[in-house]
């Protein structure tokens, strides 16, 4: 069925024609009833659905919007349900007991329902007709946020197939930017002027390669090429919020995708300036060939369902670059362990001036970095030591990577294979076999006593 309705979007002209006329010309919002899409309520969460109709039935008008429309129309399940309406902030906590109101410039409700929190915005303004933006030294734009009509609210959303909007009171689609069309095209096109958005807010630039990795669309021209010219105000980004954005960005599922797309747009060394320092050395391949195998795997594991560990990934992102501080620390005549200890405070230090990574995932980040050190000191104490050490498997992993990448550790890194699966004795054996062998000393014969005659 979504392939069906999918196929009746298909533009009879070709869609670059259709995208340059659409630049002229504002299209009147297109309107699909309920017979003409597949979207269920059996498809959306109980607990949005509650919202809605609470909202519908006090007079309100209440929408599902923006991701969780896009990724139902997919054949996805949506991570999140937000939900747009003209109720203010205020009298949506007046509806429900479990509401909170956050945010300061723009105020947001939200409904808790255990583990899930429904997001409730008001409809935001047109703050081209305000007069009141305020552009900054480094080229932001930055506008008081207010309310007012869905149409002005569907003009502020970032990309057309995140404007559609679902209406709870007759479960018709409303689409105000043709994102439908897009959607069925699979491209990724932003609203509006894209210089101007991103200079609104940089991190647009970061969710178009989000999604176009997501969901494999293509990037309209006229949204790509003012990234090559637009990257650096990825600069004046708090480093809290792009940590944020860089977790969503390779916790998708398409982490190897965006990793691709970063370096193609210039974009990973705002990012992570050390790691792209070393790819960008003649002998990077196995710098490259790490990260890669990294992302892949963090891939295969979400489409597994398995969990994900951040400070597992930024361990691994900026190895690299520990391993090139330490070794001119210890030309410098520091120790291992010493040019080690130095070489992961200077590799935080300056990746906090980037993106601000949370004290939990350096404490960790750090022990990953040590264990590669000390899974090479195969004593029996130690080797028993740190197989219960609580980020052994993280260590282990790191391990193998290195190996798969083309270091000269494949050796280390089967015997550790080797040994978690084998039982007591065998266990015992390969630490026996590590033991260096002694030589017997040879008896000397005592020397004959002097006999006097």
């Not at 209406?167 to 930017?177: M, Q």
Request: proline share 5%.
């Amino acid at each position: 069925m979504i392939l069906k309705f999918l196929k009746n979007l298909l533009p009879k002209k070709p869609v670059t024609s259709k995208f340059k006329a659409k630049t002229k010309a504002k299209l009147a919002p297109k309107v699909m009833g309920r017979a003409e899409h597949p979207i269920t309520r059996q498809n959306i969460s109980a607990n949005a659905l509650k919202v809605l109709y609470r909202l519908k039935d006090a007079g309100f008008s209440a929408y599902l919007v923006g991701g969780s429309v896009r990724d139902l129309l997919l054949g996805l399940n949506p991570k999140d349900f937000d939900i747009a309406t003209n109720a203010k902030p205020e009298q949506v906590y007046k509806l429900f007991r479990n509401c909170r109101l956050i945010g300061r410039r723009f105020r947001l409700a939200h409904v808790y329902f255990h583990s899930e929190i429904i997001e409730v915005a008001t409809f935001r303004g047109h703050h081209a007709k305000l007069g009141n933006e305020v552009e900054t030294e480094e080229g932001l734009i930055i506008r008081d946020n207010v309310y007012g009509t869905i149409e002005e609210d569907a003009e502020r959303r970032d990309f057309t197939v995140n404007a559609l909007y679902y209406n709870i009171k007759d479960f018709s689609i409303v689409d105000f930017h043709d994102g439908l069309t897009d959607l069925k095209a699979g491209v990724l096109r932003i609203i509006g002027d894209p210089y101007q958005r991103y200079r609104e807010d940089p991190v647009r630039i970061l969710r178009v390669v989000r999604f176009a990795s997501k969901l494999g669309f293509t990037i309209h021209p006229a949204t790509e090429q003012p990234i090559f010219e637009s990257h650096a105000l990825l600069q004046n980004v708090s480093p809290a919020r792009l940590f944020d954005e860089i977790l969503k960005l390779f916790h998708a599922g398409k982490a190897l995708a965006a990793f691709k797309l970063l370096r193609k747009y210039g974009l990973f060394g705002y990012l992570f300036s050390q790691a792209e320092a070393c790819l960008d050395q003649p002998e990077a391949e196995m710098a490259h060939k790490l990260i890669e195998f990294l992302l892949e795997s963090t891939d295969k594991r979400i489409a597994e369902g398995k969990s994900i560990s951040g400070g597992f990934l930024f361990a691994v992102i900026l190895w690299p670059a520990l391993q090139a501080l330490m070794q001119d620390l210890q030309q410098e005549g520091l120790a291992l362990f010493p040019a080690l200890h130095e070489a992961i405070n200077k590799v935080l230090r300056r990746q906090g001036q980037q993106i601000s990574i949370p004290k939990r995932f350096q404490i960790d980040m750090q022990e990953i970095w040590q264990l590669q050190y000390r899974l090479a000191q195969r004593t029996p104490r130690r080797v028993f030591t740190m197989l219960n050490h609580p980020k052994f498997r993280a260590g282990y992993d790191l391990l193998i990577l290195r190996a798969k990448a083309g270091e000269e550790l494949q050796t280390l890194a089967d015997w550790w294979t080797e040994f978690q699966s084998a039982d007591k004795p065998g266990q015992h054996k390969l630490l026996k076999e590590l033991a260096p062998k002694r030589k017997r000393r040879k008896k000397t014969p005592p020397k004959p006593k002097n006999v006097s005659e």
